[in-house]
């Protein structure tokens, strides 16, 4: 199957680190998504990575993956109250000729003043 | 700027009563996609429409229905909605089908079936 895991919850303290992690399934060449969604908003891609890699960096956000476990991670350095919201995994796949996003269920994060 | 609009963001409706979603783009993408959210859960796919070309996702309800009549906007036909469908009915866009594709998303339209 293309099933995405993620927890669904993760509560940190203002000024540290958030590391929100996902598990896929499908084990060929693809991309692999973070969306952030605020409450009341759409999903605004935040970063993504191809799976011939193996980390990306961009400001405060690094993405490390293990191809071999199938495990993606999405690190927040300095998580702000801004960073509250819902964090989606997705993975891009291919099915019948077309290419799909497969989500995860989302990982609520909840930045602690 | 450029961006995926949907409208209403709120939708009420009566169980049965045929409901109606709108979504425009004025980034001229070849590719629109519907998704239900529902609460607590993932994005689900509906079907999409590469330029007029329909795709429907194998396990979405016949219940459901889209048009697009143009580039620039997609609707969300739901024929009698019932108490299931009450969700976050997302509209995205891609300018082309492909792996690495980035798919643009509106803010969602809201629906409450009474």
């Known amino acids: 199957g293309e099933d995405v895991e993620q927890s669904l919850f993760l509560s940190v303290r203002e000024g540290d680190s958030s590391v929100i992690n996902c598990t896929y399934t499908d084990s060929s060449s693809t991309y692999l998504y973070w969306y952030k969604q605020e409450p009341g908003a759409g999903l605004q891609l935040l970063t993504y990575i191809f799976s011939n890699m193996d980390m990306k960096q961009d400001q405060r956000l690094t993405v490390l993956l293990n191809k071999k476990d199938k495990h993606l991670s999405l690190r927040i350095a300095d998580t702000q109250t801004g960073d509250s919201a819902i964090y989606f995994c997705?993975?891009?796949?291919?099915?019948?000729?077309?290419?799909?996003?497969?989500f995860g269920k989302g990982t609520k994060l909840s930045v602690i003043p | 700027d450029a961006m995926v609009i949907q409208n209403p963001r709120y939708q009420v409706t009566q169980f049965g009563k045929p409901v109606t979603l709108s979504c425009s783009q004025t980034l001229n993408h070849n590719v629109m996609y519907w998704y239900q959210q529902k609460s607590s859960q993932a994005p689900k796919l509906l079907f999409h429409?590469?330029?007029?070309?329909?795709?429907n996702e194998a396990d979405t309800p016949d219940n459901f229905q889209s048009r697009r009549p143009n580039t620039s906007f997609c609707f969300l036909d739901i024929r009698s909605p019932g108490l299931g469908d009450a969700a976050m009915y997302l509209c995205a866009t891609s300018r082309r089908q492909g792996l690495g594709m980035e798919q643009f998303f509106g803010p969602g339209t809201r629906l409450t079936v009474l």
């Open positions: 997705a993975e891009s796949i291919q099915q019948a000729g077309s290419y799909q996003l497969t």
């Open positions: 429409y590469y330029d007029k070309d329909f795709n």
